[in-house]
């Protein structure tokens, strides 16, 4: 079992910076793939990033990479989520999610995922 929280959202504009975090409890935390995903009103969940559990493996959405980064502290069980040069079309719920696999997250398998409540992310034009 793994519980996971989200914080970090807010409303900022166009152009700004945010870093959303995700702190797991239990003790397995270095076993599981982490991710991020999105769902903007209206809209379906989407992949937005995931890191493997030493960090040396990571994978982007066409629509994130180069402005996003993930990473995580296995020590303090948390993955970060730094986001910059934030657009408009980025504003949504974000959702923290844990995994065995990095396929599973990647390919949309979800039936071992652990998900979080999610944290909102505004962004102004």
């Known amino acids: 079992q793994v519980h996971l929280e989200e914080s970090g959202g807010g409303l900022v504009q166009a152009g700004g910076s945010l870093r959303l975090s995700c702190e797991a409890s239990?003790?397995?935390?270095?076993?599981?793939?982490m991710g991020w995903f999105r769902q903007a009103p209206g809209k379906e969940r989407e992949f937005v990033a995931a890191i493997n559990w030493s960090g040396g493996n990571t994978y982007y959405s066409d629509s994130v990479e180069g402005r996003f980064t993930i990473s995580r502290d296995n020590a303090k069980k948390t993955v970060f989520l730094q986001m910059n040069r934030l657009e408009p079309e980025d504003t949504a719920a974000y959702y923290c999610?844990?995994?065995?696999?990095?396929?599973?997250?990647?390919?949309?398998?979800?039936?071992?995922?652990?998900w979080g409540k999610g944290t909102l992310v505004t962004v102004s034009s």
């Open positions: 999610a844990a995994d065995p696999t990095m396929t599973a997250l990647v390919t949309g398998d979800y039936d071992l995922t652990y």
């Open positions: 239990g003790s397995t935390f270095r076993r599981y793939v």
